[in-house]
């Protein structure tokens, strides 16, 4: 069964840092885009971060700067780096992977591309 698991979750306090994790099993996704998304309360899900197969990335420009994805294909294993964190980060953060891959720079920020989605990790960041 495909699975995708968030973890690193937590309440940290403005300016603080923390490191999502997203642990694949199932299948391996060497070969797909993977991404992040966030969904906070009472807004619609979006895009964070993404990165191809090959290690090309896109960012939302909310996180520019202050968030790096990566990913290591030999543990299976997504990563989202955070910094500088500020309230407006709070929301359950979501990791994803695409269906379909259309080259090791392939990625894409469109939430529909995405087939495969975790259940979530809550951060949460006090002002």
């Known amino acids: 069964q495909v699975q995708l698991v968030e973890s690193g979750g937590g309440l940290v306090q403005a300016g603080g840092s923390l490191k999502l994790s997203c642990a694949a099993s199932g299948r391996t996704y060497s070969s797909n885009a993977l991404g992040w998304f966030r969904q906070a309360p009472g807004k619609e899900r979006e895009f964070v971060a993404a990165i191809s197969s090959g290690g090309s990335t896109d960012y939302a420009d909310s996180v520019k700067g202050r968030f790096t994805i990566s990913r290591d294909n030999a543990k299976n294993t997504l990563y989202l780096e955070m910094i500088s964190l500020k309230p407006e980060d709070t929301a359950v953060y979501f990791c994803?992977?695409?269906?379909?891959?259309?080259?090791?720079?392939?990625?894409?920020?469109?939430?529909?591309?995405?087939?495969?989605w975790g259940q979530g990790t809550q951060v949460t960041v006090s002002s």
């Open positions: 994803a992977a695409t269906k379909y891959s259309y080259g090791s720079r392939w990625v894409t920020n469109r939430a529909r591309e995405y087939e495969y």
